[in-house]
């Protein structure tokens, strides 16, 4: 029987969990990409280089889009496409930390059909496809459904509390943070968080696996101002993600000042 997608997913997952382990990130070789976007490391490339030819020798007509692959519109023209952050997380991963992960999604016609965000150091996998809900280490999740902003555990970097965000007093709900925008997004499908939310733009690879997990297991995600996701988009940037249960998403978007943003 062959292969389903989500199943090579998983199996690719695997594999580059085993690849970046090989690598201590304290004395990985490391280098920051041009223009401030951030650090790259030797174990990025080699998770990158794997995932490469492991997923397209498997689906040789899939298109690719990788944050570590120079992008080509060749993609524009596939149909389906690989969506990767070989390591997502980087400065965690460099820090010695635990809190980064392998996200890796494929998408058809604009719409995420498969996902998995895997944290190798933790043996968490998160996967799911779609209409087939999400799951972690093969047991079902479940997003927490609540509609009650006040003390509601919201994942977000520490800007979020600017005022220029919301459009009454900053919402008084509990912020916790995670270095991995991917692990954030399945700790919502997961029920260990209310929600989860960025206002910057955010590359399609940081929130293509995440972002069906949560959908999957409950949550409502939409771009920050209520659009929509849609992927493989000749810019692969999203205005931002806002993540939670239904009743808690129309909150929080209702509360935010989706005028403003950085």
Not at 13 to 21: S, V
């Amino acid at each position: 029987m062959p292969e389903t997608d989500l199943a090579l997913l998983i199996r690719a997952a695997r594999g580059a969990g085993e690849i970046a382990l090989r690598y201590a990130g304290h004395t990985a070789k490391r280098w920051e990409k041009p223009g401030g976007a951030g650090p790259v490391t030797e174990a990025d490339l080699a998770v990158n280089d794997y995932l490469a030819e492991t997923l397209r020798a498997a689906r040789p007509d899939y298109g690719w889009l990788s944050e570590e692959t120079e992008d080509s519109t060749a993609r524009l023209s596939a149909k389906t496409v690989f969506i990767v952050d070989p390591i997502d997380g980087t400065r965690s991963f460099i820090e010695g930390g635990r809190t980064w992960a392998h996200s890796i999604a494929i998408a058809h016609e604009g719409v995420t059909v498969a996902g998995v965000v895997f944290l190798p150091a933790r043996d968490r996998l998160f996967s799911a496809a779609k209409g087939e809900g999400a799951a972690l280490n093969g047991a079902p999740v479940a997003a927490r459904q609540t509609d009650n902003l006040r003390d509601a555990q919201i994942l977000a970097a520490r800007p979020i509390t600017d005022q220029k965000f919301w459009n009454g007093p900053v919402p008084e709900f509990v912020r916790a943070y995670r270095p991995s925008l991917a692990y954030r997004m399945a700790l919502v499908g997961q029920g260990r968080f209310d929600g989860m939310i960025t206002f910057r733009p955010t590359w399609e690879w940081d929130i293509a696996a995440g972002s069906l997990i949560a959908s999957e297991a409950g949550a409502t995600v939409t771009d920050r101002r209520g659009a929509t996701l849609q992927f493989n988009k000749a810019d692969p940037r999203t205005s931002g993600v806002i993540s939670a249960a239904p009743n808690l998403h129309r909150a929080l978007a209702r509360a935010h000042n989706s005028a403003d943003g950085e």
